[in-house]
């Protein structure tokens, strides 16, 4: 296996990813100074940055892909869907990110060990499955019938 098969790059980007879930949500049981972990937070992006700019090698199959316009709305229209897209997009991954946090701090207030942990393996896991599928191959599956 080289970094030439792409089933290879796609499990290295699974991993990549999952253990930058693991480590973002777990941090707060290992570091407890919140400057150090917005410090490694800030690592953390750049790492998700680059995992990013990484997509195109890792999912040629992207690159080609074009959607479908089903209806054909005004400029404006479209302006107006994706701010308002964006702003819901954002609020909730704050409100989930202190939910998720919050939600760590009342066990481990509750004196569970590792509170965050167990949250951070859980959404890890997950990321690695969502990663490592490959979605076009599955939609044109879908398509097909």
Do not use: N
Request: hydrophobic fraction near 50%; aromatic fraction near 6%; charged fraction near 20%.
């Amino acid at each position: 296996m080289t970094l030439d098969d792409p089933t290879t790059r796609r499990l290295a980007f699974a991993g990549v990813s999952a253990l930058t879930v693991l480590t973002w949500y777990a941090l707060p049981d290992a570091v407890r100074s919140r400057g150090a972990r917005v410090v490694i937070k800030t690592g953390l992006l750049g790492v998700t940055a680059a995992g990013v700019a990484m997509m195109p090698q890792v999912y040629p199959e992207a690159r080609t892909f074009r959607p479908q316009r089903g209806i054909d709305l005004p400029t404006p229209v479209l302006a107006a869907l994706a701010v308002g897209g964006t702003a819901v997009a954002i609020a909730g991954t704050i409100w989930g990110e202190k939910a998720i946090y919050a939600r760590g701090e009342r066990r481990r207030a509750r004196g569970v060990r590792c509170a965050h942990t167990p949250a951070a393996v859980a959404m890890a896991m997950a990321t690695g499955v969502v990663t490592v599928v490959d979605w076009p191959k599955l939609a044109g599956r879908l398509t097909e019938s």
